[in-house]
Nanobody, 125 residues
Framework: QSQLVESGGGLVQPGGSLTLSCAAS????????IGWFRRAPGKEREGVAS????????EYADSVRGRFTISRDNAKNLAFLQMNNLQPEDTGVYYC??????????????????WGQGTQVTVSS
């Protein structure tokens, strides 16, 4: 049974940093693009960052570009989202997802077949 499990969320002050991890089991992420999405309170889920299976293509939402960095370690079946200079508007539940495809990175959640359960990130003083 394939599964994605996020970890690393928590409470952080504005300007702080967090690194989220996404652990895959039951399948290998080698052939999957990985995406990170978030759902802020009272808002629709939105794409934050994506990286292709080849690690060549990345895409970021305008709101996080320059502050967030997506990465992956295929050998360990892990993906990461490094988040710096966090702001209250970054608060939400963060999800990782996997999209089977070659050399594609997309923030379109309809493209993703596998989803984790999410991890809460709260940015507050």
């Amino acid at each position: 049974q394939s599964q994605l499990v996020e970890s690393g969320g928590g409470l952080v002050q504005p300007g702080g940093s967090l690194t989220l991890s996404c652990a895959a089991s039951g399948f290998t992420i080698d052939y999957y693009a990985i995406g990170w999405f978030r759902r802020a309170p009272g808002k629709e889920r939105e794409g934050v960052a994506s990286m292709s299976d080849t690690e060549v293509v990345t895409e970021y939402a305008d709101s996080v570009r320059g502050r967030f960095t997506i990465s992956r370690d295929n050998a360990k079946n892990l993906a990461f989202l490094q988040m710096n200079n966090l702001q209250p508007e970054d608060t939400g539940v963060y999800y990782c997802a996997a999209d089977l495809g070659w050399n594609i990175a997309t923030l379109d959640e309809s493209e993703y077949e596998k989803w984790g359960q999410g991890t809460q990130v709260t940015v507050s003083s």
